[in-house]
Antibody, heavy 127, light 107 residues
């Protein structure tokens, strides 16, 4: 399985950035996997943004809850991130990642096995 | 918000054992995962203390937990093990949190 992020690169403050992750080598619907976004900036290290299951049901970090949305398109084998009201603090390298799932009380739940990662796409917020 | 605390740097000589810590209040109840990131590359999972899925992790990498401190142990450390190491775990609400990372230097 390989993941590849794509996005606009440069975004103006207060705008919305949309990123897409294209999955190849397997169906995004197969197996018990979650699909996650993580970002990395020099000042804040790795930050988990959220994840989504192949049937939906996103779960977001409280740090991003108010301005993030994730979606999944099984027909295109892609999942997406939408982050609104961006500021310079959102400048970072954004990774998409597959997360191995398990079953918690008979429901799918993510483990901490984040693998594989995409190479990342740089998002720079600047006017 | 929940935090995982890691020392900024650790140094070790080749062939010796490296130990990197990660402290967090939920660690006695939650699994810890460890990622290695080399310069210019995406992180790679090197140790997991849960029992889900296949291992595929080098045997030189192991882990331990004592109270609120999880430790990644690298035996027979090699120069190629240099990089940044991040711990990962969840808070009480199931939100994933990364530690700030530890830079491992082998010299």
């Amino acid at each position: 399985v390989q993941l590849l992020e794509s996005g606009p690169g440069l975004v103006k403050p207060s705008q919305t950035v949309s990123l897409t992750c294209t999955v190849s080598g397997d169906s995004i619907s197969s197996g018990n996997y979650f699909w996650s976004w993580i970002r990395q900036s020099p000042g804040k290290g790795l930050e988990w943004i959220g994840y989504i299951y192949h049937s939906g049901f996103p779960h977001y970090s409280p740090s991003f809850q108010s301005r993030v949305a994730m979606s999944i398109d099984t027909s295109s084998n892609q999942f997406s991130l939408r982050l609104t009201s961006v500021t310079a603090a959102d400048t970072a390298l954004y990774y998409c990642v597959r997360v191995l799932g398990a079953y918690c009380r008979n429901k799918p739940c993510p483990t901490g096995r984040f693998d594989p990662w995409g190479p990342g796409t740089q998002v720079t917020v600047s006017s | 918000s929940y935090e995982l605390t890691q020392p900024p740097s650790v140094s070790v000589s080749p062939g010796q054992t490296a130990r990197m810590t990660c402290s967090g209040d939920e660690l006695p109840k939650k699994f810890a995962f460890w990622y290695q990131q080399k310069s210019g590359q995406a992180p790679v999972l090197v140790f997991s203390d849960d029992a889900n899925g296949p291992s595929g992790i080098p045997e030189r990498f192991s882990g331990s937990i004592s109270g609120t401190v999880a430790t990644l142990i690298i035996s027979e450390t090699q120069v190629d093990d240099e990089g940044d190491y991040f711990c990962l775990s969840t808070d009480s609400s199931g939100n994933w949190v990364f530690g700030g990372g530890t830079k491992l230097t082998v010299l």
